[in-house]
T-cell receptor
Framework: GQNIDQPTEMTATEGAIVQINCTYQ??????LFWYQQHAGEAPTFLSY??LDGLEEKGRFSSFLSRSKGYSYLLLKELQMKDSASYLC??????????WGAGTKLIIKP | GAVVSQHPSRVICKSGTSVKIECRSL??????MFWYRQFPKQSLMLMAT?????????EQGVEKDKFLINHASLTLSTLTVTSAHPEDSSFYIC????????????FGQGTRLTVV
């Protein structure tokens, strides 16, 4: 079966750094996405990785290792507005997105 | 970037009535549209996938006759919740893809449905 695993909840302090991990087992791989979702809102796109390595975009970076079936989202200089759920999704061999359950990130002052 | 508009953002309806939710891709042609449902504090649950001009493919456990999906054009898909019940109250989100071989999905704003 297809499976995406990510922690249910994480807590971090404002100004700090947090890393949210995602491991996956899917039938085929056509890229991995990270989305941010605030409560009551639709997800918004953060990053897309299809090759191994680190992609940096401002305060957010995303890393992928296809051989390990592993990705992480790194958030630096955390701000209160970063409190949200972070969803990991993998595109399988049919380009269908398989979603993780999401990681709720709580930022404390 | 690609914009997907979903309407209405909130709707309250009485039990037994039907509700239609629209999803439009504003600046691109969506080859595929997806409908999701999300309960509080849970992740997205894919309900169905629709390709323009063909019947929607429903996920296991989703009632086709209750959740009618129409994808009549490359820019519009609709989800109709028929004979709504309070347990259908949820957050419904659509997403659209412009290229079958490029998997990024662009999301609508979501619709909060409350059935009373």
């Amino acid at each position: 079966g297809q499976n995406i695993d990510q922690p249910t909840e994480m807590t971090a302090t404002e100004g700090a750094i947090v890393q949210i991990n995602c491991t996956y087992q899917t039938s085929g791989f056509n890229g991995l996405f990270w989305y941010q979702q605030h409560a009551g809102e639709a997800p918004t796109f953060l990053s897309y990785n299809v090759l191994d390595g680190l992609e940096e975009k401002g305060r957010f970076s995303s890393f992928l290792s296809r051989s390990k079936g592993y990705s992480y989202l790194l958030l630096k200089e955390l701000q209160m507005k970063d409190s949200a759920s972070y969803l990991c999704a993998v595109a399988d061999s049919n380009y269908q997105l398989i979603w993780g359950a999401g990681t709720k990130l709580i930022i404390k002052p | 970037g690609a914009v997907v508009s979903q309407h209405p953002s909130r709707v309250i309806c009485k039990s037994g009535t039907s509700v239609k939710i629209e999803c439009r891709s504003l600046d691109f042609q969506a080859t595929t549209m997806f409908w999701y449902r999300q309960f509080p504090k849970q992740s997205l649950m894919l309900m169905a996938t629709s390709n323009e001009g063909s019947k929607a493919t429903y996920e296991q456990g989703v009632e086709k006759d209750k959740f009618l999906i129409n994808h009549a054009s490359l820019t519009l898909s609709t989800l109709t919740v028929t004979s709504a019940h309070p347990e259908d109250s949820s957050f419904y989100i659509c997403s659209a893809r412009w290229d079958r071989d490029y998997p990024e999905a662009f999301f609508g704003q979501g619709t909060r449905l409350t059935v009373v």
